[in-house]
């Protein structure tokens, strides 16, 4: 066997075996960290929380645990599952030392999230150079940017846990608010950066934000070699970004914006002032026209004073749904949404279009949930932030996994990374291929051996029925007790 030069065994796949290991499918996220330099990286970083004596290394540990969550696991404990497979991933701590290492970057969160999130942007940063024109900062500008979608999620917490607080949705938990990078359609967006929130916190609360678009752009490789961002970069979120402070602050970095924009009873009065020639169709998600549905401009008819200058209203409306349940700021039987935006050039249905692909923030909100965000496994605050660091590692190697491969645009179904495969090692390329069509070794059976066969029920007498003068059962000795030897007399 070859000696291995990362944290894993090097191994191949031999599809013609009969033996199999479960969660073998792993491997590609382990290939995939390996040959990026996650686990190198992630060691470098991590080398202040490492003991003088320590057999394990914290950047094997966090990246085990985050390959435990990305193949489903919600919990510390559930890396257990790489434990029972040394062969595949190698020497894997225990319990005790997966908590262990929780509680000492708990200890120093900020120190530790830092860290974390550095060796997150120099893996990126060599992930996009290696994907070449198929990166997604590849010839970006501003009339082609980078995406990047703001939206927040409710994380439900069954038991007491610090900090955890009843939503707005009359539930009790927390109130993450995180970042995606969008890569389009055909992709699958990765994350950059994720603030846990008390479940108190606000929808819109500027300050959030700001900062999860701070720590966003900090991932981005053009910004980590010191260029000018502008308006390359479109940030894109809901109504919970419509604010004065967000707006303005977005405005003052010069970067692009796509941001949701609440309704009030005057821009709807003004929208009954637009004529029908007003109106434009708009699109659907393939760019076709879509019955039904108009969008207009209202940014001349409104004091926007108060607002970033350059900003943009953008109004929707579209027959609803049968069934759906009309707001009091709809109009005519019509459903209303509007949006703002600074993006000087375009028609106003593909900015719309590229607006409401937002949509897809959602289905990369979900994936985290599937790979460990749902639930937050551990007591503390700070523990807990340790943990959504693990979940974003996790997602990001998942997220590489499936977009570096020979189809980027094909992403395996969840759950793909258990399927059961065989163990071969590296060692011996000359070794000879095992034949197909091999069986299993069946004992061979003598011909004067006899064939027992089950007996017909039709055939059987039928039993006789108990009555009252059944024989009762001799008496017989109580069994000995169990482990009491019973010698002959």
């Known amino acids: 066997m ?8 090097p191994l191949k796949v031999d599809t013609t075996a009969k033996r199999v290991v479960s969660n073998a499918g792993a491997v590609l996220l382990v290939a995939t960290a390996g040959k990026v330099g996650l686990d190198r990286t992630l060691s470098a970083a991590l080398s202040p929380w490492r003991k003088q004596w320590a057999v394990l290394d914290p950047g094997k540990i966090l990246l085990d645990l985050a390959i435990s969550v990305a193949v489903g696991g919600d919990c510390l404990a559930d890396i257990s599952v790489l434990r029972s497979e040394p062969a595949v991933f190698g020497r894997v701590a225990s319990d005790p030392t997966v908590s262990r290492l929780v509680d000492a970057l708990a200890a120093t969160p900020v120190a530790a999230l830092a860290a974390i999130n550095q060796a997150r942007a120099t893996v990126r940063e060599r ?35 610090e900090l955890a607080a009843p939503t707005y949705k009359r539930g009790y938990g927390f109130h993450p608010l995180g970042s995606w990078v969008d890569h389009g359609p055909d992709g699958t967006g990765e994350p950059l950066s994720m603030m846990l929130r008390p479940g108190r916190a606000g929808s819109n609360t500027a300050a959030d934000h700001i900062q999860v678009t701070k720590d966003a752009l900090r991932q981005l490789p053009f910004t980590r070699r010191g260029g000018r961002i502008g308006r390359k970069v479109l940030i894109r979120a809901d109504g919970g970004g419509g604010t004065h402070e967000f707006l303005g602050w977005l405005a003052s970095q010069g970067l692009s914006y796509s941001v949701g924009f609440g309704l009030s009873q005057d821009i709807v009065d003004n929208i009954n002032l637009i004529p029908e020639q007003g109106w434009t169709p708009a699109y659907d998600g393939d760019g076709r026209v879509r019955d039904g549905a108009w969008v207009t401009e209202l940014t001349g008819m409104l004091d926007l004073q108060t607002w970033p200058p350059g900003m943009r209203l953008i109004v929707r409306a579209e027959r609803p749904h049968p069934g759906a349940q009309l707001r009091f700021t709809d109009l005519d039987g019509n459903r209303l949404t509007a949006f703002v935006t600074n993006t000087a050039r375009g028609q106003l249905a593909d900015l719309e279009l590229r607006h409401r692909h937002r949509a897809r923030c959602e289905d990369r909100i979900r994936n985290a949930k599937d790979t460990g965000l749902r639930n937050l496994p551990l007591t503390a605050f700070a523990q807990n932030q340790i943990w959504v660091a693990v979940v974003a590692v996790g997602d990001r190697v998942d997220r590489v996994a499936a977009d570096v491969g020979a189809d980027r645009h094909r992403r395996p179904p969840l759950g793909a990374e258990t399927d059961p495969a065989a163990i071969v090692f590296h060692g011996r390329d000359d070794r000879p291929p095992i034949p197909t069509g091999l069986a299993a070794p069946v004992r061979p059976c003598p011909a004067s051996a006899p064939v027992h066969h089950r007996p017909d029920p039709a055939q059987c007498p039928p039993a006789p029925h108990l009555t009252t003068n059944t024989p009762t059962r001799p008496h017989q000795e109580d069994p000995p007790e169990r482990g009491i030897r019973h010698l002959p007399r």
């Open 2 to 9: 070859l000696q291995p030069t990362g944290f894993y065994p």
């Open 127 to 161: 992930v996009w150079k290696l994907a070449g024109q198929d990166a997604p900062d590849y010839q970006i500008s501003a009339e082609r940017p980078l995406v990047i979608d703001l939206d927040a999620t409710l994380i439900t917490s069954h038991s007491e846990k």
